[in-house]
């Protein structure tokens, strides 16, 4: 086993090493030809260890160097990897029904080829224009793909592997992949009609969707199946529900309630004493989503009101809260956090449209009574409804709402 590790920190060294070369020379022909039996022979376990190797090396850097560079890194891998013999996933599985949405997702695509097409026939097609605008908003349904990866998958990861960084990567690439879709929408919505515009934009779209899905059925699967025990990988399945699949949904699993309740047993909170089912009770009623970080900065708790705003599975319990955040924010996290930490801070505040809705987003140090610094509260609240009251309102009136 010695000798297996070895090997393979060997050739991870010298992975990393072509790697940084790649970024850096002029004469990236001459580099591959000197590197070629190294290239050929490369596998998923070694691009993961890579990957994470030079994520930790750009932490608080701009991705977008890493990003274009480890695009060509995988361009020159493809044909190994495609030969990997990996291990195929159960019918019905958690990365089965994953593999299974990729399929749906890239049928959605040919479709929308069609409207491309006419449209470039004829940019005045106002049919075609309509159609690819349906069929975005279809796409767009591929979001729950990602929060699934983001919020049940990639904690998995975290606990299991010790060199899970590599999913960082993965998640600036959903990043790009929401705002891309975001822009389509937009250029298909505006009067003067740019096709040049709207071209590129479907042209990175696509690009980074396939480039996705190779990622995770040719690199992250098969090496989740060599290493992570099937138990973890149903309670995925389960907790993904909560989310929601996109295309293709599994059947049903029922999750076993891990709520314990002590007959009689109660808590002073020293303005009254409530019960555990109470406490529960009065969090999963206020219309706000709650999670709470504690001073370690491990997540312990989030609440689960009827509609949350953002997601969240069990899969982020005991989970560093630097990990819950793609790589582009994750800085103001921690800025808040070092904030609340060392006593300059209480709160921090922020406001965003998300879909058709207005978001506050608020942060909160939590105290003991000597002052001492025990975590951070997040706060999530929709207002647009708050937004437009004016006036007052004195009577009890439930016909209008």
Known sequence: MSEFTNKKQDRVCALARFAREMMTTNDKGK??????KLISQVIPSEVITLFDVLVNEHQNQDYSVLKTATN???????????AYPAIKPAEGSFLDVLTRNNTAMENLLKSMKTAVKSLNQNPDDQEARQQLKEKLVQLRLFDQ???????VLFPALEQHWPDFHCVQLMWSYHDDIRRQMKDLGT?????????KKTNKLVGDLFFNLFAIRFREERILLPHILETIPQEALHQMLINSQEIGFPFVSPEKTEAVSSAVFIDGASVNLGTGQLSAEQI?????????????VDEHDTVRFFST????????????LGRQVHNCHPPESVHVVEEIVAAFRNGQKDQASFWINFKTEK?????????????????????????GDIQKLSGEKRLLDWSNE
Not at 31 to 36: A, Q, S, W
Not at 360 to 383: C, D, M, P, S, W
């Open 72 to 82: 060509k890194i995988l361009h020159l891998f493809h044909t190994p990897l495609m």
């Open 359 to 383: 978001i506050l987003i608020q942060y909160f140090a939590v105290r003991n009574e000597q002052g001492h610094y025990k975590g951070v509260i997040e706060v999530t609240q929709e207002i």
């Open 280 to 292: 529960i009770g009065i969090f999963n009623h206020l219309p706000v989503d709650i999670t709470y």
């Open 187 to 195: 250029a298909l919505d505006e009067s003067e009609f740019d096709l």
């Open 305 to 316: 009101p009827k509609k949350r705003i953002f997601p969240r599975t069990k899969a982020i």
């Open 31 to 36: 580099l591959v030809k000197e590197n070629e």
């Open 145 to 151: 793909h990602y929060q699934i990866k983001e919020n």
